[in-house]
C-alpha cells in the first residue's frame, strides 16, 4: 500500500507556504506530479499511522526548495530568432489599460541557453544595470501579451528595473526617481524573450511614461547591453562575460501611436539582441 499525500498551497502563506494536507491510500505507486496550480501531490510507501506526523514534517522540510526552484523556460531546437507574433494571431503589442505597450526589444532564441531560463536572464539583466523590484515588490495588475505561440494572452513572468549600479536596493530609487524599466515574455516554443521597455517618470507621477519614453527607454537598454558586459554571482563565485549584439528590425510594427498606451508614438524598429556567454 502507498500513500498519497495532497498538499494545499495557501492564499496567506505561512513558513511553509502551506494551508493543509491529507492523506489518501493507493493500491499503487505513481510519480509524483502537479494535478493543479492549487495542489501538490507526493506518493511515497505506507507507513504506520504513528508515522504519519513525522512523514509529512520530513516532506515539508524539503518541499519548499523544490517548489521555489526558478521554473527554466524550455526551448525547442530551432534556426530561428524568435516567431513573428503577428504571423499567428498575435501582436506587438502587449496589452494595458485597454491599450499596448510596444514589445519593442526581443532577446532572440539564437542566444545562448543559459541566458533564455529566468534566472540566467536575471544574471544578464544584472550585468547591464536592472535587477528585481524593489523589496520584491510589485504595485498593479501585471500586463498580458499574445506573442503567437498558441497560448493566447499570457502574463508577464516579472518586471525589472533599472538599478543605478546600487546592488540590492537601486531598483527602490528607480521606482522613487522614475527611470528605465521592462517587462518580459518568453514565448513558447522557441525561448525567445519579448520585451516591453520604456522610460518613466517618478512615484510623484504615478510612473507615467515620460514623452518619448518606449522609444527613450529601448534605446537605453540598447546601449547598456551591447558589446561585453560582464557579471559576479556571489553566491557561486563565477563570472560570466556576456556578448550582445544588435539588429536592428523594422516592417514588424507601424510606426505611430495606434493603440500604444497614453497615446505615445513609436517609432517602428524592434532591436534584436543576440547573446552568447564567453
Known amino acids: 500500500m502507498w500513500i498519497c499525500l495532497i ?5 496567506h502563506r505561512g513558513p511553509l507556504g502551506l494551508l493543509k494536507y491529507r492523506m489518501v491510500q493507493l493500491p499503487s505507486p505513481r510519480r509524483f506530479c502537479c494535478l493543479t496550480h492549487t495542489h501538490f501531490t507526493l506518493v511515497f510507501p505506507s507507513l504506520s499511522s504513528e508515522m504519519y506526523p513525522f512523514t509529512v514534517f520530513a516532506v515539508l522540510l524539503v518541499l519548499p526548495s523544490f517548489l521555489s526552484a526558478t521554473p527554466v523556460i524550455e526551448r525547442a531546437a530551432t534556426g530561428v530568432d524568435f516567431i513573428n507574433p503577428a504571423a499567428n494571431g498575435g501582436s506587438w503589442l502587449d496589452k494595458s489599460a485597454g491599450l499596448g505597450e510596444p514589445l519593442n526589444v526581443v532577446i ?3 542566444s545562448s541557453p543559459q541566458v533564455l531560463n529566468l534566472d540566467g536572464f ?22 498580458t501579451a499574445n506573442l503567437g505561440d498558441g497560448r493566447g494572452d499570457v502574463n508577464e513572468t516579472e518586471v ?15 521606482s522613487l526617481t522614475g527611470g528605465n524599466h521592462f517587462r518580459v515574455f518568453p514565448q513558447a516554443g522557441t ?4 520585451l516591453a521597455v520604456s522610460k518613466e517618470q517618478d512615484a ?6 515620460v514623452a518619448d519614453g518606449y522609444n527613450i527607454g529601448r534605446d537605453l537598454l540598447v546601449a547598456s547591453a551591447i558589446g561585453k558586459k560582464t557579471h559576479f554571482d556571489v553566491e557561486t563565485f563565477k563570472l560570466t562575460t556576456y556578448n550582445t549584439v544588435l539588429t536592428n528590425l523594422t516592417g514588424l510594427i507601424a510606426p505611430g ?22
Open 191 to 194: 525561448g525567445a524573450l519579448f
Open 122 to 143: 536575471l544574471q544578464y539583466a544584472q550585468a547591464i544595470g536592472f535587477d528585481k523590484e524593489c523589496l520584491g515588490l510589485h504595485i498593479g495588475n501585471p500586463q
Open 108 to 110: 532572440s532564441a539564437q
Open 204 to 209: 510623484e507621477d504615478s510612473h507615467n511614461i
Open 257 to 278: 501611436s495606434d493603440g500604444v498606451n497614453h497615446g505615445i508614438a513609436q517609432d517602428g524598429v524592434i532591436k534584436l539582441l543576440t547573446v552568447t556567454i564567453e
Open 160 to 174: 525589472l528595473r533599472q538599478s543605478f549600479g546600487i546592488p540590492g536596493i537601486g531598483t527602490c530609487v528607480e
Open 7 to 11: 498538499l494545499h498551497p495557501s492564499p
